[in-house]
């Protein structure tokens, strides 16, 4: 059995901790190296053989770290939030050009693709829809990436069907005076989303979907960090055999990469 040697870039926060106990549970991962905030991440890709990086660093760093990763011939598989349209284009031109397949996934719980896939679906029949994103008080971001890409899910599959053409075609609702700004969200790809940030939260999502005398909820919740392991070792044990970098776990999930 061919065993995959995995560096884990951020591994003294409270992810990348998780993510090293979980490559430690697995037999066909090595844990090569560790390295954080401070420590020379190029030189520890280069010295250490990994072949995967594991990275879940700040959104701040996030595309650095990447960019570093791909240089070094070594294949990314990024949890690390902050990175727009393209950023993930510029990263996949250049892993294509050094034959590396990789991953970038805002969200690694196959609950919360699923979330995604499920809101999708529902988008073209109701004409109205918000999302709430809910996580610790620590996190950076905000709108969480995971929301951001279930608003761009959502719209995209109105378009694909038609269905933001339509006599009840969706639309973000007014805001209507806000007597407190804000108070109404922000809007992204045409739909509202609403940020809480508490203690005693990890990563929890909800979109309310809303039309004529009905509403659909669709929420997913993760207790746990665990939450997100199942996911990163799918993606480490992908990624040596993709040839270009893709966004997000559904490929890895339903087999078109």
Known sequence: MA?????????????????????????????VAETDLGDDLAAALRTSGAEVAVDFTRPADGVANAE????????????????????????????????LGGVIAPNFAIGAVLLMRFAAEAAPHFPTVEIIEL?????????????LLTAERIAASRRESGAEAGPGAAKAPEAGEEK?????????????IHAVRLQGLVAHQEVIFGGLGQTLTIR???ISR?????????????????????YGLDDLLWGDA
């Not at 011939?73 to 950023?87: K, M």
């Not at 407190?180 to 509202?192: E, K, N, W, Y």
């Open 68 to 99: 570093t990763i791909i240089r070094a011939g070594v294949r990314p598989v990024i949890g690390t939030t902050g990175f727009g349209p393209e950023d993930v284009d510029r990263l996949r031109r250049a892993a294509e050009a050094r034959g």
């Open 135 to 147: 996580h610790h008080d620590r996190k950076l971001d905000a709108p969480s990436g995971t929301a």
């Open 180 to 192: 407190v700004a804000g108070v109404r969200g922000g809007a992204a790809s045409g739909v509202r």
């Open 226 to 246: 665990e939450s997100f392991m199942p996911g990163v070792i799918l993606a480490i044990r992908r990624v040596p055999g993709l040839r270009t970098l893709v």
């Open 220 to 222: 997913h919740d993760s």
């Open 3 to 31: 065993v995959i040697r995995v560096l884990v870039n951020g591994a003294k926060g409270r992810m990348g901790q998780e993510v090293v106990r979980a490559i430690r549970g697995e037999s066909d991962l090595s844990l």
